[in-house]
């Protein structure tokens, strides 16, 4: 950040007074522009013995494929921001179940959190931001084009209880990948 957004005057990154980590502080306004996590919400959405997956048509991880999730939005909920994102990119109408997982992604600074859900009818299709929409079983999930790490976490677990018929809710950190050398 250069400018506040609030009077447009140049911002010095500086720990403010009583604070513990450096913010843009506007050295016009006095305004302190802080910047937090982002909220990333989505669904495990389940239809029979098979779940949805959306193949990307947006950067990053172009042309690979995820569960339908987004960045939530002010004025919403957590389950409100999983049912937006999972019509808007999948025209998936569903009801949302348990809360099922929640990663921290600390070097990103986003946090995943993803319902299991029910599809209510079949009729799917890509939205806007889709190049494809399926349902896939157990056998056909494309492991080597899951788009995150988060995802390729979330589906191993679920996989795993659906096998033991008990499913539990995962919290967890994904790690920075190492760099392969
Ligand atoms: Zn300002």
């Given at each position: 950040m250069k400018f506040c957004s609030e009077c447009g005057a140049p911002v010095t990154l500086r720990v403010p007074p009583g604070d513990t980590l450096p913010r843009h502080v506007c050295?016009?306004?006095r305004a302190i522009h802080y910047q937090n996590p982002r909220m990333v919400v989505g669904c495990i959405v389940e239809w029979a013995d098979r779940i949805l997956l959306c193949k990307r048509?947006?950067?990053?991880?172009?042309g690979l494929w995820t569960v339908p999730a987004g960045f939530m939005e002010n004025g919403e909920t957590t389950f409100g921001g999983a049912v937006r994102e999972t019509l808007e990119e999948a025209n998936a109408r569903v009801e949302v179940g348990p809360l099922y997982a929640l990663y921290n992604i600390p070097h990103i600074n986003q946090v995943y959190i993803l319902f299991r859900a029910r599809l209510v009818d079949p009729d799917v299709s890509a939205g806007a931001e889709t190049l494809e929409v399926r349902l896939f079983t157990e056998a056909e999930i494309p492991w080597e084009e899951i788009a995150f790490a988060s995802i390729r976490h979330a589906l191993t677990h679920y996989y795993d209880d659906r096998r033991q018929g008990d499913y539990k809710f995962h919290m967890g950190t994904i790690e920075r990948a190492p760099v392969k050398s």
């Amino acid at each position: 950040m250069k400018f506040c957004s609030e009077c447009g005057a140049p911002v010095t990154l500086r720990v403010p007074p009583g604070d513990t980590l450096p913010r843009h502080v506007c050295d016009a306004c006095r305004a302190i522009h802080y910047q937090n996590p982002r909220m990333v919400v989505g669904c495990i959405v389940e239809w029979a013995d098979r779940i949805l997956l959306c193949k990307r048509g947006i950067e990053p991880r172009y042309g690979l494929w995820t569960v339908p999730a987004g960045f939530m939005e002010n004025g919403e909920t957590t389950f409100g921001g999983a049912v937006r994102e999972t019509l808007e990119e999948a025209n998936a109408r569903v009801e949302v179940g348990p809360l099922y997982a929640l990663y921290n992604i600390p070097h990103i600074n986003q946090v995943y959190i993803l319902f299991r859900a029910r599809l209510v009818d079949p009729d799917v299709s890509a939205g806007a931001e889709t190049l494809e929409v399926r349902l896939f079983t157990e056998a056909e999930i494309p492991w080597e084009e899951i788009a995150f790490a988060s995802i390729r976490h979330a589906l191993t677990h679920y996989y795993d209880d659906r096998r033991q018929g008990d499913y539990k809710f995962h919290m967890g950190t994904i790690e920075r990948a190492p760099v392969k050398s």
